[in-house]
């Protein structure tokens, strides 16, 4: 069984920058066809898709956010990281982590972390 947990400051001001860690456990962040993804849901909004970094370590980010984002990873901790900065308001969110897979034709997120609550405030 894999799972994922967030850890973070649940408070961050703005022009800070906030850092995300997704450990996971049950499996590597290295196999091969997942990516490790940061997707957020503002209050009131939808999801909306951050951005993901592949078993690879190619990154990915959505293009409204590209500017301000950062994903790594530590393998020998199997965990992956989320940087933002500067952090807006705006980014107030929960934030979760989730294992996508892409693998011919199948494809989607199996598995999500609880999510954590980031406000953005000073």
């Known amino acids: 069984q894999v799972q994922l947990q967030e850890s973070g400051p649940g408070l961050v001001k703005p022009s800070q920058t906030l850092s995300l860690t997704c450990t996971v456990s049950?499996?590597?962040?290295?196999?091969?066809?997942?990516?490790w993804s940061w997707i957020r849901q503002s209050p009131g909004k939808g999801l909306e898709w951050i951005g993901a970094?592949?078993?690879?370590?190619?990154?990915y980010y959505s293009p409204s956010l590209k500017s301000r984002t950062s994903i790594s990873r530590d393998t020998s901790k199997n965990q992956f990281t989320l940087q933002v900065s500067p952090v807006i308001p705006e980014d107030t969110a929960v934030y979760f982590c989730a294992r996508r897979i892409v693998a011919g034709r199948v494809h989607g997120y199996d598995y999500w972390g609880q999510g954590t609550l980031v406000t953005v405030s000073s």
């Open positions: 970094i592949g078993y690879s370590a190619n990154t």
């Open positions: 049950g499996g590597s962040i290295t196999s091969n066809y997942y990516y």
